[in-house]
């Protein structure tokens, strides 16, 4: 049995994760550009180990939270997993083919290609809240670009962290793939290991150590944060179209999403329409209200303990609580409907960082561009929503107001865009992932320039001043 058959596809420890590093590096020094039907199998495997333990997920899920919706799961974790997977299958022969470039006439005769190498070995950072989702997400895209992975999973999701490693444990042996599991101090070892590239999903606060920890090692990182994603709602979109394109953003995993709609700004007039509206269409997504088997509770004590006292902040500085339902929270499971916050001011906790749960301030404007001013003076957020049936004022905030990504008339659902980037921007992230883009980001895209017997670089070589070298400089500085 040779050492990397030793190696357990879980790590707990510094001196484990530095044996699998080390392995995974061998392996990949090995095999360094794994073939289109190498990429195949493993792919197809990872699709039908993810299949065989959907229920397994969901139920897992449902342990760590307390009470996880079985659909929150099936359709934010699995089902973008499986598409993901259906895409990169149908579209990785073409990705993985070498691009050809043109030389240019001063080149000539010469061939320039771009040959898309696999990394190595890349880091993956998974949060709590889509653990599915984000950490085998990434993984499909590494495996796509013919790299080894190595996966750090959350702390606060230890049932889904045993089902996620019976599941890669069935297809991948650990110089391929393996799980990393430990609290802080092992994220930020995880973090300081010289990786080729480093993928972190979390809070901007974290995500600053994570880069800073990359650094010494010189490794490339993409940084999937968060921010406080606006709403607006524009003044001609009837209220509950509105409120029926932007509820499900919020109410998916009680808001524990860091796409979700972090704070709405509505026209002034309707603040009273929009409040009642919302209330109206949350009692009937959810008509149990706390107790509704559909929605999801807040993962853990700890985050449940930080939404209550927010919410308590913003009441003591005058802000008016509106839960959304009269069974709004059950302390003892941890369980919170969504609160609507309004009279807010730029004091309070919650207009102050990322809500990442079931609070969402409503914030009256009179004019858009009051309210376009609020946005932009803002640090750049993960996602901005839009809520209007105006071509031109679409095409404005589409191309003056920066973010991660947009919806227009609906929220959260451009994340589930297999044919597109997904990104932050600024403090909510750098680089992207998904589709070819994610493809690009695990690849290096080497440039191969060639020649033949004749090549003209000899006519610019010194001595200089001939006379055929003035006629090409002539020529070409132009």
Same mark, same amino acid.
């Given at each position: 049995?040779?050492? /990397? $058959?030793?190696?357990?596809? *879980?790590?707990?420890?510094?001196?484990?994760?530095?044996?699998?590093?080390?392995?995974?590096?061998?392996?990949?020094?090995?095999?360094?550009?794994?073939?289109?039907?190498?990429? +195949?199998?493993q792919l197809k495997a990872l699709k039908a180990a993810l299949l065989n333990h959907k229920t397994a997920l969901c139920e897992a899920l449902n342990q760590d939270y307390g009470r996880r919706s079985h659909?929150?799961?099936?359709?934010?974790?699995?089902?973008?997993?499986?598409?993901?997977?259906? !895409?990169?299958?149908?579209? =990785?022969?073409?990705?993985?083919?070498?691009?050809?470039?043109?030389?240019?006439?001063?080149?000539?005769?010469?061939?320039?290609?771009?040959?898309?190498?696999?990394?190595?070995?890349?880091?993956?950072?998974?949060?709590?809240?889509?653990?599915?989702? #984000?950490?085998? @997400?990434?993984?499909?895209?590494?495996?796509?670009?013919?790299?080894?992975? &190595?996966?750090? =999973?959350? $702390?606060?999701?230890?049932?889904?962290?045993?089902?996620?490693?019976?599941?890669?444990?069935?297809?991948?042996?650990?110089?391929?793939?393996?799980?990393?599991? @430990? $609290?802080?101090? /092992?994220?930020?070892?995880?973090?300081?290991?010289?990786?080729?590239?480093?993928?972190f999903t979390g809070s901007t606060q974290v995500g600053r150590h994570v880069m800073r920890a990359a650094a010494d090692n010189l490794t490339p990182v993409t940084l999937e944060l968060g921010g406080k994603?606006?709403? #607006?709602?524009?003044?001609?979109?009837?209220?509950?179209?509105?409120?029926?394109?932007?509820? !499900?953003?919020?109410?998916?995993?009680?808001?524990?999403?860091?796409?979700?709609?972090?704070?709405?700004?509505?026209?002034?007039?309707?603040?009273?329409?929009?409040?009642?509206? !919302?209330?109206?269409?949350?009692?009937? &997504?959810?008509?149990?209200?706390?107790?509704?088997?559909?929605?999801?509770?807040?993962?853990?004590?700890? *985050?449940?303990?930080? =939404?209550?006292?927010?919410?308590?902040?913003?009441?003591?500085?005058?802000?008016?609580?509106?839960?959304?339902?009269?069974?709004?929270?059950?302390?003892?499971?941890?369980?919170?409907? +969504?609160?609507?916050?309004?009279?807010?001011?730029? *004091?309070?906790? #919650?207009?102050?960082? $990322?809500?990442?749960?079931?609070? #969402?301030?409503?914030?009256?404007?009179?004019?858009?561009?009051?309210?376009?001013?609020?946005?932009?003076?803002?640090?750049?957020? =993960?996602?901005?929503?839009? &809520?209007?049936?105006?071509?031109?004022?679409?095409?404005?905030?589409?191309?003056?107001?920066?973010?991660?990504?947009?919806?227009?008339?609906?929220?959260?659902?451009?994340?589930?865009?297999?044919?597109?980037?997904?990104?932050?921007?600024?403090?909510? @992230? &750098?680089?992207? !992932?998904?589709?070819?883009?994610?493809?690009?980001?695990?690849?290096?895209a080497k440039t191969v320039l060639s020649r033949g017997k004749f090549s003209t670089g000899k006519l610019i070589t010194p001595p200089y001043g001939g006379w055929l070298q003035k006629l090409m400089l002539?020529?070409?500085?132009?």
């Amino acid at each position: 049995m040779t050492a /990397i $058959e030793t190696l357990p596809i *879980q790590a707990t420890d510094r001196p484990q994760m530095q044996a699998i590093l080390h392995a995974q590096q061998a392996a990949f020094r090995a095999n360094p550009m794994p073939s289109l039907e190498q990429r +195949t199998h493993q792919l197809k495997a990872l699709k039908a180990a993810l299949l065989n333990h959907k229920t397994a997920l969901c139920e897992a899920l449902n342990q760590d939270y307390g009470r996880r919706s079985h659909h929150d799961t099936l359709i934010a974790d699995i089902l973008p997993c499986v598409a993901q997977l259906n !895409y990169t299958l149908k579209h =990785l022969k073409k990705w993985m083919k070498p691009a050809r470039r043109h030389a240019g006439l001063m080149l000539t005769p010469a061939k320039v290609e771009v040959v898309y190498q696999p990394l190595g070995v890349v880091g993956i950072v998974v949060p709590w809240n889509f653990p599915v989702m #984000l950490s085998l @997400g990434p993984l499909i895209t590494a495996l796509a670009a013919g790299n080894r992975a &190595m996966i750090k =999973l959350s $702390e606060f999701t230890p049932a889904t962290n045993q089902v996620l490693r019976d599941l890669l444990a069935s297809q991948f042996e650990p110089e391929t793939v393996a799980v990393i599991e @430990g $609290e802080a101090d /092992i994220a930020a070892a995880f973090s300081a290991l010289p990786f080729d590239h480093l993928l972190f999903t979390g809070s901007t606060q974290v995500g600053r150590h994570v880069m800073r920890a990359a650094a010494d090692n010189l490794t490339p990182v993409t940084l999937e944060l968060g921010g406080k994603s606006p709403a #607006l709602i524009a003044p001609d979109i009837p209220i509950p179209l509105a409120v029926e394109r932007l509820i !499900y953003g919020k109410s998916l995993n009680a808001g524990q999403i860091c796409v979700a709609p972090d704070y709405v700004l509505v026209p002034a007039d309707q603040h009273d329409a929009f409040v009642a509206e !919302y209330q109206k269409q949350f009692q009937a &997504m959810y008509p149990q209200g706390v107790a509704s088997n559909d929605f999801t509770s807040v993962i853990n004590r700890k *985050q449940y303990d930080r =939404l209550r006292a927010w919410l308590a902040d913003a009441e003591q500085q005058g802000a008016k609580v509106i839960p959304c339902h009269p069974e709004a929270r059950d302390d003892e499971q941890h369980r919170m409907i +969504t609160h609507l916050v309004l009279e807010t001011n730029e *004091q309070i906790q #919650l207009m102050q960082e $990322e809500i990442f749960g079931p609070l #969402l301030p409503v914030i009256p404007y009179h004019s858009l561009d009051e309210a376009l001013a609020r946005i932009r003076r803002q640090p750049r957020p =993960l996602a901005l929503y839009l &809520m209007s049936l105006d071509p031109a004022l679409q095409q404005q905030i589409k191309t003056t107001t920066h973010a991660g990504g947009m919806c227009i008339n609906d929220a959260v659902f451009h994340v589930a865009a297999d044919d597109a980037p997904f990104g932050g921007i600024g403090p909510s @992230g &750098m680089g992207h !992932y998904h589709g070819k883009e994610g493809f690009l980001t695990f690849s290096k895209a080497k440039t191969v320039l060639s020649r033949g017997k004749f090549s003209t670089g000899k006519l610019i070589t010194p001595p200089y001043g001939g006379w055929l070298q003035k006629l090409m400089l002539a020529f070409f500085l132009r």
